[in-house]
């Protein structure tokens, strides 16, 4: 994002922030959390409850593979869920729910607790056991939350499959995880349509052989089609005489899986990245707790799908290891009108929401007329993520949404760290459109590729200098090529690469400029190249494809595809279209091409890599560099 002109704009916090004493100096905090890391960590880890405490906070003794709170015997259900049963909280509301047709579900922690004790105890009865990976594919439902806090509490691992994805995404990512129990709903609405999931997952299934249960939640009603010994309605598991539905919460190791989430990487097919109940958890109360500044008095909405890290970390597990209460919300945001969002901030009294640009851009383009039909006047904090946030839209955000009171924390992160990593504070002078400074513990470098530091104003790869709990810790099955993405570069300094370029300017404010491989953040989704490419290759006339992403008003980037057909194939507007189509049907609406061009050749290198670069550069009318490494 281009940085404003002189003077240096400062926006400085309102004065209704509650922020504990103790964070109002930034400086200070930071400065203490970097000399005593493991310190630091461990007080914000005595937030939460442990079974058993741990032996040490943080074992480096095999680089790049840490652990974290090693020996300690967690839970981090029983920092969701459990525990607040116990207090006064077992009244307080953990979900308000609204589906997009306009019907809406609360639960208090009491109801929370009981749904996730029966939930779980249907998955035991049909056989999860502790350390298996269940994949769930649902829509925005409670029964989303519900299934991934059942598995977390038997101590199965969870592989959410975002439901915006179609069945070769979902069936590859399922036989990735070797799942044997996959958990889905027959539908959801989306843009008043029905959206067939239970169909989608039929299919998935077929690439798919190591599923034996497939458990469905009845959430359209519209027919399905159900396999006999493989397919059940939860209703149908609910209400068998099970003896009882207590369900003991399971003690688990720090270090054990909490999850697998596969994201797209820089080359290749998505990878599982795992993470933990004990640092994950650490880190997402914490960074949650004090960016946005938790009170018993919020109502706070991440509007993410579950399916994606922000919802997993700030729509689930941080809110309610803080145990707040959080919204959840089905549909679209303009559906059926562009004040759905506005009126639903109005109805529920909320105080912080946290969105992304892309959503921001697209309820922007309507109007202010929107949300001033609406008493957004609750509102006492804003957040954005995802995809750098133009001043433009964040100027708009601040102004028309926040009524000019409400800080934004522009929070930048990753699948791979779990929470957040460079974010303001309520209490940080904002600039629009940076990311401010590193949450404490960090120590974030913009470095160039030898790994020298670069001064202030010049652009460089961002690197994380120091580790912390809420790292992902392996990918699944494959730990040379953790060790390879993110850490060979910098081997000798032991940094993580974040695969993101930025820069830090003169007061040590950080802009992120965005990723340097061949990820592709398309309305703040994350989705690789060589997914997309592989859903084009797998049409009968195409050879050949490569995708780049293109700068977006709204999107943030577009795709735009280039094809080469196999022969005697010719390139036409329908053939175009029917990629587009394939795409949308095999990988998902979310990875559609915005456009699809048939080249004679690619360009490749002399060893067969395409230059994706050399593609962009020629679409946005740029300078290809150097292409001295181009095949003729
Ligand atoms: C980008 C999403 C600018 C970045 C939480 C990162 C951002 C990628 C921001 C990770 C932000 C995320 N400003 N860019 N505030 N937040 N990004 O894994 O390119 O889906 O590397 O995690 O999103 O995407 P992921």
Same mark, same amino acid.
């Given at each position: *994002?281009?940085?404003?002109?002189?003077?240096?704009?400062?926006?400085?916090?309102?004065?209704?922030?509650?922020?504990?004493?103790?964070?109002?100096?930034?400086?200070?905090? @930071?400065?203490?959390?970097?000399?005593?890391?493991?310190?630091?960590?461990? $007080?914000?880890?005595?937030?939460?409850?442990?079974?058993?405490?741990?032996?040490?906070?943080?074992?480096?003794?095999?680089?790049?593979?840490?652990?974290?709170?090693? !020996?300690?015997?967690?839970?981090? #259900?029983?920092?969701?869920?459990?525990?607040? #049963?116990?207090?006064?909280?077992?009244?307080? %509301?953990?979900?308000?729910?609204? !589906?997009?047709?306009?019907?809406?579900?609360?639960?208090?922690?009491?109801?929370?607790?009981?749904?996730?004790?029966?939930?779980?105890?249907?998955?035991? /009865?049909?056989?999860?056991?502790?350390?298996?990976?269940?994949?769930?594919?649902?829509?925005?439902?409670?029964? %989303?939350?519900?299934?991934?806090?059942?598995?977390?509490?038997?101590?199965?691992?969870?592989?959410?499959?975002?439901?915006?994805?179609?069945?070769?995404?979902?069936?590859?990512?399922?036989?990735?995880?070797?799942?044997?129990?996959? %958990?889905?709903?027959?539908?959801?609405?989306?843009?008043?349509? #029905?959206?067939?999931?239970?169909?989608?997952?039929?299919?998935?299934?077929?690439?798919?052989?190591?599923?034996?249960?497939?458990?469905?939640?009845?959430?359209?009603?519209?027919?399905?089609?159900?396999?006999?010994?493989?397919?059940?309605?939860?209703?149908?598991?609910?209400?068998?005489?099970?003896?009882?539905?207590?369900?003991?919460?399971?003690?688990?190791?720090?270090?054990?899986?909490?999850?697998?989430? @596969?994201?797209?990487?820089?080359?290749? /097919?998505?990878?599982?990245?795992?993470?933990?109940?004990?640092?994950?958890? #650490?880190?997402?109360?914490?960074?949650?707790?004090?960016?946005?500044?938790?009170?018993?008095?919020?109502?706070?909405?991440?509007?993410?799908?579950?399916?994606?890290?922000?919802?997993? /970390?700030?729509?689930?597990?941080?809110?309610?290891?803080?145990?707040?209460?959080?919204?959840?919300?089905?549909?679209?945001?303009?559906?059926?009108?562009?004040?759905?969002?506005?009126?639903?901030? $109005?109805?529920?009294?909320?105080?912080?929401?946290?969105?992304?640009?892309?959503?921001?851009?697209?309820?922007?383009?309507?109007?202010?007329? =929107?949300?001033?039909?609406?008493?957004?006047?609750?509102?006492?904090?804003?957040?954005?993520?995802?995809?750098?946030?133009?001043?433009?839209?964040?100027?708009?955000?601040?102004?028309?949404?926040?009524?000019?009171?409400?800080?934004? *924390?522009?929070?930048?992160?990753?699948?791979?760290?779990?929470?957040?990593?460079?974010?303001?504070?309520?209490?940080?002078?904002?600039?629009?459109?940076?990311?401010?400074?590193?949450?404490?513990?960090?120590?974030?470098?913009?470095?160039?590729?030898?790994?020298?530091?670069?001064?202030?104003?010049?652009?460089?790869?961002?690197?994380?200098?120091?580790?912390?709990?809420?790292?992902?810790?392996?990918? %699944? !099955?494959?730990?040379?090529? @953790?060790?390879?993405?993110?850490?060979?570069?910098?081997?000798?300094?032991?940094?993580?690469?974040?695969?993101? /370029?930025?820069?830090?300017?003169?007061?040590?404010?950080? =802009?992120?400029?965005?990723?340097?491989?061949?990820?592709?953040?398309?309305?703040?989704?994350?989705?690789?190249?060589?997914?997309?490419?592989?859903?084009?290759?797998?049409?009968?006339?195409?050879? $050949?494809?490569?995708?780049?992403?293109?700068?977006?008003?709204?999107?943030?980037?577009?795709? @735009?595809?280039?094809?080469?057909?196999?022969?005697?194939?010719? !390139?036409?507007?329908?053939?175009?279209?029917?990629?587009?189509?394939?795409?949308?049907?095999?990988?998902?609406?979310?990875?559609?091409?915005?456009?699809?061009?048939?080249?004679?050749?690619?360009?490749?290198?002399?060893?067969?890599?395409? *230059?994706?670069?050399?593609?962009?550069?020629?679409?946005?009318?740029?300078?290809?560099?150097?292409?001295?490494?181009?095949?003729?």
């Amino acid at each position: *994002m281009t940085e404003p002109k002189k003077p240096a704009e400062f926006f400085n916090p309102s004065q209704e922030i509650l922020i504990d004493a103790n964070l109002k100096d930034y400086a200070a905090t @930071y400065d203490r959390s970097i000399k005593d890391r493991e310190g630091f960590w461990a $007080e914000e880890a005595a937030h939460l409850d442990w079974f058993k405490p741990w032996d040490k906070v943080l074992d480096d003794s095999q680089k790049p593979f840490y652990k974290w709170f090693t !020996g300690g015997k967690i839970n981090i #259900v029983h920092n969701a869920v459990d525990r607040h #049963v116990k207090t006064w909280k077992r009244n307080k %509301l953990a979900l308000i729910w609204e !589906g997009e047709p306009g019907d809406s579900k609360t639960y208090s922690y009491h109801a929370l607790n009981r749904e996730v004790c029966k939930f779980a105890a249907v998955l035991k /009865s049909m056989g999860v056991k502790k350390g298996e990976i269940v994949t769930i594919y649902m829509p925005q439902i409670p029964e %989303l939350a519900i299934a991934m806090l059942a598995c977390a509490k038997i101590g199965a691992a969870h592989s959410v499959v975002y439901g915006g994805f179609s069945f070769e995404a979902l069936g590859s990512r399922i036989a990735d995880a070797k799942s044997r129990v996959v %958990l889905t709903a027959d539908g959801g609405y989306r843009r008043g349509k #029905v959206i067939d999931l239970k169909g989608i997952v039929n299919e998935a299934l077929k690439q798919a052989p190591t599923v034996e249960v497939c458990i469905t939640v009845k959430r359209t009603g519209h027919a399905v089609v159900m396999e006999s010994d493989r397919d059940y309605w939860l209703h149908d598991l609910m209400s068998l005489p099970l003896t009882n539905f207590a369900c003991e919460t399971e003690v688990m190791d720090a270090e054990d899986p909490l999850f697998i989430l @596969y994201t797209s990487g820089t080359t290749g /097919s998505p990878k599982g990245l795992v993470h933990t109940h004990g640092g994950y958890g #650490v880190y997402t109360a914490s960074t949650l707790r004090n960016v946005f500044d938790l009170k018993e008095r919020d109502r706070y909405w991440c509007t993410a799908d579950p399916g994606w890290i922000t919802g997993h /970390s700030y729509l689930v597990y941080g809110p309610l290891i803080n145990g707040a209460t959080v919204m959840m919300y089905e549909g679209a945001p303009n559906h059926p009108y562009p004040n759905r969002w506005w009126q639903m901030i $109005e109805k529920y009294g909320i105080t912080i929401l946290y969105t992304s640009p892309t959503a921001i851009r697209g309820l922007m383009r309507f109007g202010e007329q =929107w949300p001033a039909r609406h008493n957004l006047s609750e509102l006492r904090l804003l957040g954005s993520v995802g995809e750098p946030i133009n001043p433009e839209a964040w100027r708009w955000y601040h102004r028309v949404i926040g009524g000019g009171r409400c800080p934004i *924390m522009d929070t930048w992160w990753q699948t791979e760290t779990g929470g957040f990593v460079i974010t303001p504070l309520p209490t940080t002078p904002l600039k629009p459109g940076s990311a401010t400074k590193p949450y404490f513990g960090h120590e974030v470098g913009i470095v160039d590729d030898q790994g020298k530091d670069l001064p202030a104003g010049q652009e460089g790869n961002l690197v994380l200098k120091a580790p912390w709990p809420g790292m992902a810790r392996t990918i %699944l !099955g494959d730990p040379d090529r @953790y060790k390879q993405v993110y850490w060979s570069q910098y081997e000798k300094q032991g940094w993580y690469k974040a695969g993101d /370029s930025a820069r830090c300017d003169a007061d040590g404010y950080y =802009w992120i400029i965005g990723r340097t491989d061949d990820v592709i953040k398309v309305a703040g989704h994350r989705l690789g190249t060589a997914e997309i490419e592989s859903a084009l290759v797998s049409h009968p006339d195409v050879a $050949e494809a490569a995708v780049v992403g293109i700068p977006h008003e709204v999107k943030g980037n577009a795709i @735009y595809a280039f094809v080469i057909l196999k022969a005697k194939k010719v !390139g036409s507007p329908e053939l175009a279209a029917a990629l587009i189509e394939h795409v949308s049907k095999h990988l998902g609406a979310i990875a559609k091409p915005e456009k699809v061009e048939f080249p004679e050749i690619l360009p490749k290198t002399r060893s067969g890599k395409i *230059m994706r670069r050399v593609l962009k550069a020629k679409l946005m009318g740029q300078d290809v560099g150097d292409v001295s490494t181009l095949e003729e």
